[in-house]
């Protein structure tokens, strides 16, 4: 079986398929063919081509000696933000919008023109500016956008973040989109600053998580980094983390760590490996089995004080990361313990949105 990877230049059709030119690394074989958007194993005749493929995204295919290809990953690893805000902004009017503003169709000729200003209902830290901006300007681009205030800033209720004029349909087909950005970012970025503050000082620096809503990651990832906190991982295809249920199924850290490491010498020389240890002997096998090949240790559920130990004991060897029951009253004591990184699920998934309207000006 072939574990080589493949690059994959697509294009989406109307009927959710994505049509794709795969160029086998350093291999002869260029494939054209149209695969089903959502992958799986498929047993077609592959025509072959002279074209030379994009490296636009990167999937990893088998290839089973019966001639069948089976598509894994995911088409969004390689898109730049752009790229993935503009898929964002797609999927997010297909479903509110769906075959029609009939609200506005029904009363507001298409033609007219408005300007709508977006007001600050509650203190805060603003966030969303530039991507109201760009879901604007990415569906109407004549529109003139003149914002007020800056991602990142203080906000205050009563104060105006932007103005925008444009047509009357557009504004009011994207009303809910940019307010339920701004206002979800807002909040994440509100939160995160809190917790970024109370860090001032020391060398520890805020991770988010993975635990965000379905795809709206892109976008509270983008809000906890304008709180001022540090994006982890996007996924599960930007880095390798063996977690305790990955250390468990292997049998037990040293064979993970030295799987893994192979693994990414053979296929993904680029990825980082991180490993998860839950107490200080699994620390002392990391230290082993890891140096060289592992680039941070994750302590998770360390009270502060095991956490020094843990850091003493590493000793530079590893970039280390305190995870599990980190919050507002002990965070300190964490960063105190010299640990270079604590993340936190809950700046994300405990946010609440922040109190914001677009109202239209008359």
């Not at 994505?18 to 992958?39: A, M, T, Y």
């Not at 049998?251 to 010498?265: K, L, S, T």
């Amino acid at each position: 079986m072939d574990h080589r990877p493949w690059n994959i230049d697509h294009s989406t059709s109307a009927f959710g398929l994505i049509v794709v030119k795969v160029k086998l690394e350093n291999g002869p074989w260029i494939i054209d063919h149209s695969i089903s958007r959502f992958g799986g194993i498929f047993n077609e005749d592959w025509t072959k081509t002279v074209t030379t493929s994009k490296e636009f995204i990167v999937l990893r295919c088998i290839m089973e000696h019966h001639g069948k290809f089976l598509i894994s990953s995911t088409y969004f690893c390689q898109m730049n933000f752009d790229e993935r805000l503009r898929h964002l902004i797609d999927e997010a009017l297909k479903e509110d919008v769906g075959n029609g503003d009939h609200s506005t169709l029904c009363c507001i000729p298409a033609d007219v023109k408005g300007k709508a200003v977006l007001k600050i209902k509650q203190d805060g830290i603003l966030a969303g500016m530039e991507v109201a901006e760009k879901i604007f300007r990415y569906k109407k681009p004549s529109c003139t956008f003149s914002g007020f205030k800056n991602d990142g800033e203080e906000m205050h209720e009563g104060e105006i973040a932007f103005e925008v004029e444009t047509f009357v349909h557009t504004i009011l087909q994207l009303e809910r989109l940019v307010l339920n950005c701004m206002q979800r970012m807002s909040g994440i970025a509100t939160e995160t600053k809190k917790y970024t503050d109370l860090l001032k000082g020391s060398k520890t620096k805020l991770l988010d998580t993975r635990k965000t809503t379905p795809n709206f990651r892109l976008l509270e990832k983008e809000a906890v980094r304008i709180g001022g906190g540090t994006n982890h991982r996007f996924g599960l295809f930007d880095m390798i983390m063996l977690k305790d249920n990955h250390i468990d199924y292997c049998g037990g850290i040293e064979e993970a760590i030295a799987r893994a490491y192979d693994y990414v010498q053979r296929y993904q020389p680029h990825l980082k490996i991180e490993v998860e240890t839950r107490n200080m002997a699994d620390v002392k096998k990391a230290l082993k089995s890891g140096s060289g090949k592992v680039t941070r240790l994750m302590l998770d559920n360390f009270t502060p004080e095991k956490v020094r130990e843990a850091v003493e004991l590493i000793a530079g060897v590893f970039e280390t990361e305190a995870s599990g029951g980190i919050h507002l009253e002990n965070i300190r004591s964490y960063a105190d313990a010299g640990v270079d990184y604590v993340s936190v699920g809950s700046i994300i998934h405990q946010a609440k949105s922040v109190d914001l309207s677009l109202k239209a000006v008359m």
